[in-house]
């Protein structure tokens, strides 16, 4: 597991589930207005101001499926597993407010493993303003489960889907693609090194690769992207976050929006840390950034008429455009072949 506290070592047990929450959630104090009462009670009391709408998004994630204790730093766990939740409030063009969490703990976990999940959590509130308003723990059989709900706002009206792209509309996305995908390779890779090597002082080989490391074990939330969008007067016709991989969200946005589309594979933004890690693994570059997930970057449509504001927008780069939808989604590359886009980025089933 990748904490390891010898100091101190408090068994669940000693607490009792609701002496554990009371522990977890005492030094989570209220700061939006909407956080009428959090945790303490039998629900938490959320107020919806006028002008507003309520969004309300939830993320499961599962050892083994979603997450390796073996790797994965607990505190580093809880920051993205509410971190993610922020980001898809912000892709419907929303501000993340209140969470709840639950967890399902094995009983290999001890109450320090659980702080330092719950430190991970205050410090993703801390950072992006939201307030921690309720939850529950249970015993689990299956290892560590970490269920987060948040809710958010946004102005009436002004809340962004999947379904609005329109022909001719621009293709945009925030900051670059692979680099999480990229991480997490390298991160199963020294793992893997380090269990053939049976040296127990074993250290892993980061150095030149904490960009990737970090996008991988501790993302982002665009909050950044969507203030300047809305500084620039743009509301982006749809838009979604890149969790499962930029081929898939663009099929969704086809999809769902009955569109086409064409995106340029020399206009795809690759960090130069994801460049080298896909060379040293001998994987094909694009399809990382193509495929790879959990970049957990901003990919969203405008009109035409905004490709200025666009341009001067720093962190986010045009990659394409919208098309009727007889002509299918495509990426065209570097030198003009057109190949159909597929869906192979993460699947959960």
């Given at each position: 597991?990748?904490?390891?506290?010898?100091?101190?070592?408090?068994?669940?047990?000693?607490?009792?589930?609701?002496?554990?929450?009371?522990?977890?959630?005492?030094?989570?104090?209220?700061?939006?207005?909407?956080?009428?009462?959090?945790?303490?009670?039998?629900?938490?009391?959320?107020?919806?101001?006028?002008?507003?709408?309520?969004?309300?998004?939830?993320?499961?994630?599962?050892?083994?499926?979603?997450?390796?204790?073996?790797?994965?730093?607990?505190?580093?766990?809880?920051?993205?597993?509410?971190?993610v939740n922020f980001s898809d409030v912000?892709?419907?063009?929303g501000t993340p407010k209140q969470i709840?969490?639950?967890?399902?703990?094995?009983?290999?976990?001890?109450?320090?493993?659980?702080?330092?999940?719950?430190?991970?959590?205050?410090?993703?509130?801390?950072?992006?303003?939201?307030?921690?308003?309720?939850?529950?723990?249970?015993?689990?059989?299956?290892?560590?489960?970490?269920?987060?709900?948040?809710?958010?706002?946004?102005?009436?009206?002004?809340?962004?889907?999947?379904?609005?792209?329109?022909?001719?509309?621009?293709?945009?996305?925030?900051?670059?693609?692979?680099?999480?995908?990229?991480?997490?390779?390298?991160?199963?890779?020294?793992?893997?090194?380090?269990?053939?090597?049976?040296?127990?002082?074993?250290?892993?080989?980061?150095?030149?690769?904490?960009?990737?490391?970090?996008?991988?074990?501790?993302?982002?939330?665009?909050?950044?992207?969507?203030?300047?969008?809305?500084?620039?007067?743009?509301?982006?016709?749809?838009?979604?976050?890149?969790?499962?991989?930029?081929?898939?969200?663009?099929?969704?946005?086809?999809?769902?929006?009955?569109?086409?589309?064409?995106?340029?594979?020399?206009?795809?933004?690759?960090?130069?840390?994801?460049?080298?890690?896909?060379?040293?693994?001998?994987?094909?570059?694009?399809?990382?950034?193509?495929?790879?997930?959990?970049?957990?970057?901003?990919?969203?449509?405008?009109?035409?008429?905004?490709?200025?504001?666009?341009?001067?927008?720093?962190?986010?780069?045009?990659?394409?455009y919208i098309t009727k939808p007889s002509?299918?989604?495509?990426?065209?590359?570097?030198?003009?072949?057109?190949?159909?886009?597929?869906?192979?980025?993460?699947?959960?089933?």
């Amino acid at each position: 597991m990748a904490e390891n506290n010898k100091e101190k070592v408090t068994e669940i047990s000693q607490l009792g589930e609701f002496g554990l929450i009371d522990h977890l959630t005492k030094d989570f104090p209220l700061k939006n207005e909407s956080s009428v009462l959090g945790v303490g009670d039998d629900a938490a009391i959320i107020d919806v101001p006028e002008g507003k709408e309520a969004l309300v998004t939830t993320d499961l994630l599962l050892e083994g499926i979603h997450f390796d204790v073996r790797y994965v730093p607990l505190k580093h766990l809880g920051y993205k597993a509410a971190v993610v939740n922020f980001s898809d409030v912000y892709a419907m063009n929303g501000t993340p407010k209140q969470i709840t969490v639950s967890l399902g703990v094995s009983s290999r976990f001890t109450v320090e493993h659980i702080e330092q999940i719950y430190a991970g959590i205050r410090l993703a509130c801390e950072n992006y303003g939201v307030d921690l308003v309720g939850g529950d723990t249970s015993a689990s059989q299956t290892g560590l489960v970490i269920s987060i709900t948040c809710l958010g706002e946004v102005e009436k009206g002004k809340a962004v889907k999947r379904s609005g792209a329109k022909e001719t509309d621009l293709i945009c996305v925030s900051g670059d693609l692979g680099a999480a995908y990229m991480g997490l390779q390298l991160l199963e890779r020294e793992n893997q090194v380090a269990a053939q090597s049976g040296d127990p002082n074993f250290q892993p080989n980061f150095a030149g690769k904490e960009y990737i490391l970090e996008r991988q074990l501790k993302p982002e939330a665009r909050k950044d992207i969507i203030e300047k969008l809305n500084a620039a007067g743009i509301i982006p016709t749809s838009m979604m976050d890149v969790s499962d991989g930029l081929s898939s969200e663009l099929l969704h946005i086809c999809k769902s929006s009955d569109v086409g589309c064409r995106v340029y594979e020399d206009r795809i933004p690759i960090d130069y840390q994801t460049a080298v890690m896909a060379e040293e693994l001998n994987m094909n570059l694009v399809t990382a950034a193509m495929n790879g997930g959990e970049d957990y970057e901003l990919l969203f449509t405008v009109p035409l008429t905004d490709k200025d504001k666009i341009e001067k927008i720093e962190g986010v780069k045009m990659i394409g455009y919208i098309t009727k939808p007889s002509l299918g989604a495509a990426l065209i590359t570097r030198d003009g072949q057109e190949f159909p886009i597929k869906a192979q980025g993460w699947q959960a089933f």
